[in-house]
T-cell receptor, first 113, second 109 residues
């Protein structure tokens, strides 16, 4: 039973560039949430996708966008990268939108130079 | 915005000791959870609490949901080296969770 998988694991970008991160949820899960974890901090909620729609959004600018596909996998896109976007981006999956019992992937470490 | 307060930032204990950590908020939450994160991995759920006053155990771990719904604590008994990691409290009504900054636990053999 595959857990949550994310790609790439590490990437380096420069300011102003765009990045796409990918996530496959745990088998049987239909909801994907994305979190940003800065160094030394707890994860911060970006948004949640269910039935291919963004259902909830945290306090992140429109530069952060996402998508969910019919197979429940998801992408996180960040445009016009800033140095402050450097962080570990975590994907979490769950069964339904109403639970906080999340299964996290290992994350994608983004460095913006 | 909503914040969860965890302190101290780091804790150092001897193998075999018990350790307790708590988490407080100025806001009321309906669900409290505790996650553990190890280097290079994502957080892993340890315990979820859904009712004020609830006390729940998972092996050597025990957690309680505060009566005021503004706090929770986690207790680890008889610590072992593999308990090393960062312990986060989290709270919220669904997958839009608010996390604390975490407590890094070190266990001396």
């Amino acid at each position: 039973d595959a857990g949550v998988t994310q790609s790439p694991t590490h990437l380096i970008k420069t300011r102003g560039q765009q990045v796409t991160l990918r996530c496959s949820p745990k088998s049987g899960h239909d909801t994907v949430s994305w979190y940003q974890q800065a160094l030394g901090q707890g994860p911060q909620f970006i948004f949640q996708y269910y039935e291919e729609e963004e259902r909830q959004r945290g306090n992140f600018p429109d530069r952060f966008s996402g998508h969910q596909f019919p197979n429940y996998s998801s992408e996180l896109n960040v445009n016009a990268l800033l140095l402050g976007d450097s962080a570990l981006y975590l994907c979490a999956s769950s069964l339904g939108v109403d639970t906080g019992e999340l299964f996290f992937g290992e994350g994608s470490r983004l460095t913006v130079l | 915005g909503q914040q969860l307060n965890q302190s101290p930032q780091s804790m150092f204990i001897q193998e075999g000791e018990d350790v307790s950590m708590n988490c407080t908020s100025s806001s009321i939450f309906n669900t409290w959870l505790w996650y553990k994160q190890e280097p290079g991995e994502g957080p892993v759920l340890l315990i979820a609490l859904y009712k004020a006053g609830e006390l729940t155990s998972n092996g050597r771990l025990t957690a309680q949901f505060g009566i005021t719904r503004k706090d929770s604590f986690l207790n680890i008994s008889a610590s072992i080296p593999s308990d090393v990691g960062i312990y986060f409290c989290a709270a919220g009504a669904n997958s839009k969770l608010t996390f604390g900054k975490g407590i890094t636990l070190s266990v001396r053999p």
